[in-house]
Every structure is written in C-alpha cells, then in structure tokens.
C-alpha cells in the first residue's frame, strides 16, 4: 500500500510474528491443557493413567491384575462402606443438632459432628494429608479462597476445620444433605433463579461474614476444575466484600491417584469411583498469612494478587485466563486485547521504517 510515492506502510514480514506466536500457541497451548489429567512419568499401575503400560510385558500384566484385585476387591468396598457411613452420620446428626436452639452448645456440637463426617469421608478416599502453617487457619469473619482441582477439596479443608459452604440449592441425595446441614450450621445456598444476581450474592455474604459468630466462608474462586498444575483466574465477586481473605494452597501427587475432575468426560458417579479405586489420595495444604485489600486497590487486582501467593506457595502456574474457557469461548476483551497488541507492533514498524 502506498500513498504519494511514500514508502508502503505494510510489509508481509510484519505479519511474521503474529504467525509465530499463533503457531506457538497451538503447539503449546497453555489453557485447554490444564482441562484434561496430567500425564505422568511412570506409570502408577492405574489403566486410566496410560492405557499402553500394562501390556508391555507379561510380568508387568500380571502385576497390574493383581493391584485390580487389590483396589477393586478389597479396598474399594470397604472405603463405599466408610462412604456411606460418614454421609449417613451427616445427615442424621446434622439434624439432631439442628433441634438444638441456637448458642455456643449448638456450634459447639455442630463442628464436632462436622469434623468427625468428613473426616471418616477422608478415610473412605484413603487421603494423606499433609496440613502446613496451621497458625494461619481461616478465623470466623473471614473468607476463605483456594484452588480448585476436585470436589474433594472441600472434606479435603473440612476435615481440619469447619466452614460455611456456599453453593446452589440440589435436588436429590444432595439435596438432603444440604437441607441437614443448614440446620446445624448456617450455609449459604442459593436457589437457581438467585445465582446470576450478583449483588444478592454480594449481600449473603457480606451478610455472613459481618457476623463475627459465623464461620468463615469457604470459597473456590476459579469456578471450575483444573488439573493441578495451574491457578487460573479468580472471579472477583469474593473479593468485594472488604473482608479478610485467608488463602489456602492444595497440591496433590498425581502419582498415587489423580484427584483431578474432568468433569465434560465423567460424571460424578464415575469420578468418585475413580477416586475410591486409586492407591490413595496424597495432597498438602499450605495456610498462606491472611491478606486484606491495600488502599488504591480494585476487586480484580486483590483477587490477581491472592491467586500469585497461592501459585507460589503450591508451586502452580499462575495463568490469567478464565477457567470458563473449558466450556465456553474467549471472551472479547482477550480478542481486543491481543488486537491492540498487534496494531502497536504495525505502527512501530511502519514508524520505524519511515525513519529509516
């Protein structure tokens, strides 16, 4: 393109870069591989962690067969035992507390009963867990955010603590456990209709954590699941409130058994059988100091700065996309983003090139 006998204001080798980093960006594509189970060096005698290594040679057949008998003979019926024991003990005993009238007996036995639950829910995945810097543990009055790599994460952090769930209202055996626990211990659950009412949300939970009685709030801010490898970006709701927010760090050992949910490849059904057919379930937690939001700063820059100290701490990759990309698509801004990018590489090549 020219314009009076001037120079041309657009060479093909300025589009050479943007070429290169879309090529880059295939080959290495640093999002939609943190929605799919991380591969593992060695095979951990787990056919779904590589379909190829039980047949390399008959001895390592043999071996695989005999661990089959192990998890799915032995192992597997006592821990759907222990299962339905530490739900069936929730449900009943959430509801006796309920019956108590509201003051310091009633929480008093309702973190007792909490705590005893999921802990025998621990022992039905045969999880080992290793609790660090338990003097910053999440304080009432407080939010609570972390990482979120499966729905076990929660009797992962409840089986030290108690906290106040938040979460939409269930149908079902879900359901039934949801309604016994809000009478023992007050919950956050919003119906369908209120989920997309952001301030509605906003004011049940500044609500909660107003009051200094109250549990901390239990929250996991990406809004999906993602393979334990990366912290992907936090929903800035959460960090609106003007609270004390108590980070949590949770990195598994794949090498055990994979803790990750794929949720658009099983169902929950299936996922939890996956977990109670595993070796076992190995994970640290790291309590990271309390933070607050700094004067002159926004939701969204106290949410980036949590996310960077829980990376650090679980020794994740901190990512700035949007977990949401595992069902849906970019979003525009990304779009425009990357687009004003390449219009800055344009005009300084054209500038560089008119000076030249």
Known sequence: MRRGGAEPEFDMSDIFNFCRRGVESIVDDEVTKRFTAEELESWNLLTRSNYNFHHISTRLTALWGVGVLIRYGFLLPLRVTLAFTGVGLLVVQSSIVGLFPNGRMKNYLSDKVHLMCYRICVR????????????????NGGI???????PIDVIILASDGCYAMVGQVHGGL???????????CP???????EVKDRHLVAKRLSDHVADKSKLPILIFPEGTCINNTSVMMFKKGSFEIGCTVYPVAIKYDPRFGDAFWNS???????????MMSSWAIVCSVWYLPPMSRMEGEDAVQFANRVKAAIARKGGLADLLWDGGLKRGKVKEVFK?????????????????????
């Open 336 to 356: 425009e983003e990357q687009q004003k990018l390449y219009s800055k590489v344009l005009v300084g090549s054209s500038e560089d090139r008119s000076r030249s």
């Open 174 to 184: 879900m359901g039934v456990i949801q309604r016994a626990m809000v009478k023992a």
């Open 187 to 193: 919950h956050i659950w919003f119906e369908r209709s």
């Open 264 to 274: 658009s490849k099983f169902g929950m059904v299936n996922y939890l059988l996956h």
């Open 144 to 150: 609570c955010v972390a990482n979120h790599t499966s």
């Open 124 to 139: 039905a995945l045969t999880a080992i867990i290793t609790y660090h810097d338990s003097e910053n543990k999440p304080k």
